[in-house]
């Protein structure tokens, strides 16, 4: 079997690049949560259809979410 070397330049991208991932793992999991939601594709096709219309999804249900909050208040 072959040994493949890597340059340093090459070595130190992949070494920052799994630092990037693990700080931002953590900031995730410091700042962010998730939310996950099943659409039935016939029940829900003119919620599903409006979604894939929009370019920004999550800023799309965001602005609705925040309008509904003002709305109830």
Do not use: C
Not at 7 to 29: H, Q
């Amino acid at each position: 079997m072959e040994k493949v070397r890597l340059s340093r330049r090459l070595r130190g991208d992949l070494m920052a690049s799994e630092a990037k991932k693990r700080a931002d793992a953590k900031y995730d999991k410091e700042h962010t949560i998730q939310f996950k939601m099943k659409l039935n594709k016939v029940k829900d096709a003119e919620i599903i259809d409006w979604l894939n219309a929009q370019p920004n999804k999550q800023g799309a249900i965001k602005d609705l979410i925040k309008r509904e909050i003002k709305r109830q208040e």
